[in-house]
């Protein structure tokens, strides 16, 4: 079993900065590509940023030049630097891992995802 340990969320006034943490822990062989999305109210979840093993990353056109992915492979941990948070980027913010375990000597590829954490982002 692997889980996802987030910290970091909280309120905010709009021009301030947050930085989101997430650690994963279990049985792991592997983590491939770590992501952060969020998922406002009444709005789908959607896709704030991703980063793979090899540090390669990907931003949302709506947080590019304000937010940074980065990871820390070391620490098994992904970070979200959130810089010049506006209203909008109010939501919650999971944290999802895609990790290979081995369980009775076989490979697994799990999709794990985090309890998210809820930012405010106040006017």
């Known amino acids: 079993q692997v889980q996802l340990v987030e910290s970091g969320g909280g309120l905010v006034q709009a021009g301030g900065s947050l930085r989101l943490s997430c650690a994963a822990s279990?049985?792991?062989?592997?983590?491939?590509?770590m992501a952060w999305y969020r998922q406002a109210p009444g709005k789908q979840r959607e896709l704030v940023a991703s980063?793979?093993?090899?540090?390669?990353?990907n931003n949302a056109d709506s947080v590019k030049g304000r937010f940074t992915i980065s990871r820390d492979n070391a620490k098994n941990t992904v970070y979200l630097q959130m810089n010049s948070l506006k209203p909008e980027a109010t939501a919650v913010y999971y944290c999802?891992?895609?990790?290979?375990?081995?369980?009775?000597?076989?490979?697994?590829?799990?999709?794990?995802w985090g309890r998210g954490t809820l930012v405010t982002v106040s006017s």
């Open positions: 279990g049985s792991i062989n592997r983590i491939n590509t």
């Open positions: 980063i793979t093993s090899g540090g390669s990353t």
């Open positions: 999802h891992a895609g990790v290979v375990v081995i369980t009775t000597g076989t490979y697994r590829y799990l999709d794990v």
